[in-house]
């Protein structure tokens, strides 16, 4: 089981975006834990700690997956803290979870929410244990959404992957000409970043 600094990071920040109460959180943090001991046993060392160009990609796969679903993005960064590299996307509006939300929008964030995870695994083949925190997110949406629309959790879970894998591959050339400038870049931001976003590219 790596430590749990190793799943600490910008994941944190949206499980208090989405309106989450504070037991629930508790809970998923703890699955959590769990999850990224799954992930270093399937990936091995390398996803213990997160590097430059995994936080790079992860951050390109949730920009692009907030464009797909036609919310600007701010702003994009990568930063280092404790040995490893992480980042954040400023993107969208609060989130909330629950019967209220529709079941489209449910899988929208969800498939945002999972971008970074598919992005490090399709384009690197390694993602860090960072991404635990994520995956949980992702499945509270994917349960919340079930509930509410009184679907199989199984299937929504199914329809999430594709969603998200459709995602990264129809926008793939946008998510790798943000990562090759996150890689020397630690933040990029306004016309810039939207211009690399863009079908057409910088």
């Known amino acids: 089981m790596p430590p749990r600094e190793s799943i600490k990071g910008a994941p944190l920040d949206t499980l208090r975006r989405i309106g989450m109460d504070d037991k629930t959180r508790e809970l998923m943090e703890r699955r959590a834990l ?30 692009v997956a907030y464009v797909e679903i036609g919310e600007s993005v701010r702003s994009v960064r990568i930063f280092r803290r404790n040995g490893e590299w992480a980042g954040f996307t400023n993107a969208g509006e609060h989130w909330e979870i629950g019967p209220h939300v529709s079941l489209d929008a449910h899988l929208q964030r969800a498939m945002v929410t999972l971008a970074g995870l598919m992005a490090e695994i399709t384009e690197i083949g390694v993602p860090s244990v960072a991404c635990a925190e994520e995956i949980e997110i992702a499945l509270a949406m994917v349960e919340s959404a079930a509930v509410s629309s009184k679907a199989d959790t199984t299937e929504l879970g199914a329809q999430l992957l594709l969603m998200t894998l459709e995602t990264i591959k129809k926008r793939r050339p946008a998510m790798r000409r943000l990562a090759a400038v996150l890689q020397t870049e630690r933040r990029v931001t306004g016309d810039r970043l939207n211009a690399l976003l863009s079908e057409g590219g910088a």
Not at 37 to 46: N, P
């Open 34 to 63: 769990f999850r990224a001991g799954d992930i270093a046993r399937t990936f091995g060392e390398r996803a213990l700690f997160g590097t430059r160009r995994q936080a790079a990609m992860h951050e390109a796969g949730h920009a």
